[in-house]
């Protein structure tokens, strides 16, 4: 069921204030290329973009492309990716997804969403971070903070991540997908926390359907703000 204009109009409005807010937003793993942000991308699950960036140096140093990856060890991957979490399965997902890679595209990372979650480890939100960030082609990317916040603004009730991103991209034009994926992304972290958000402070409080739920002093709420430093 199409977005009525309220509803468009609503959220368009939200969405220009964290335009202000956050205007230049860039997505806070570190990466040169599709290959290594699909990896780093992979390891971001279950771990912070900042720990990601201090394991992927020595990983990206050591394996240069798709076919050393696909050949590499899967014990001596694991040693280097073991302080992000899920080593194991992280490093499966690695090799595996090199070797489809290699086999299936011509070792080239394949720029659809069709044809990316057949890659192991690669989901709908993996798959739509390296569309947008590697490929410039926009998506909407769903991880706990975009759907948190998009229940918080009324945007939607669904909690399922794919209904979320179907829903919110008949509210947003397509072309601002990916950017309001990072946008929405960075407030979470920042201000609209999971348990406590910092709502005295922040930018879209005279007009979220949720205001009040967290800190409501200004003084307090500051407190509970995080800056870039907390993520690099």
């Known amino acids: 069921m199409p977005a009525d204009k309220e509803s468009r109009n609503q959220a ?40 990601v960036n201090t394991v992927t140096p020595a990983l990206f140093k050591k394996y240069q492309s798709v076919k050393a990856f696909a050949k590499a060890d899967l014990h001596d991957i694991e040693k280097l990716v073991f302080q992000t979490g899920f080593y194991r399965a992280k490093a499966r997902h690695i090799k595996g997804l090199a070797t489809k890679i290699l086999n299936d595209f011509e070792g080239e990372v394949p720029n659809t969403l069709e044809k990316l979650i057949t890659l192991p480890g690669v989901g709908r939100k993996t798959a739509n971070v390296v569309l947008g960030h590697a490929f410039d082609i926009p998506g909407i990317t769903v991880d706990t903070h975009f759907g948190r916040l998009s229940r918080r603004f009324g945007w939607t009730s669904e909690k399922d991540p794919v209904k979320v991103e179907h829903i919110v991209g008949q509210l947003i034009p397509q072309a601002e997908w990916t950017n309001l994926s990072q946008r929405i992304i960075w407030h979470g972290r920042r201000i609209c926390h999971s348990r406590k958000p910092a709502c005295g402070v922040c930018p879209l409080a005279k007009i979220c359907p949720s205001v009040g739920i967290g800190e409501m002093d200004i003084e307090k709420a500051k407190l509970l703000v995080k800056t870039d430093k907390d993520f690099r």
Do not use: G
């Open 12 to 51: 368009r409005a939200m969405y220009r204030i964290l335009t202000k807010t956050y205007p230049d937003i860039r997505c806070e793993l570190d990466f040169q290329n599709p290959l290594q942000l699909i990896i780093a991308t992979v390891l971001s699950a279950q771990c912070t973009d900042k720990r």
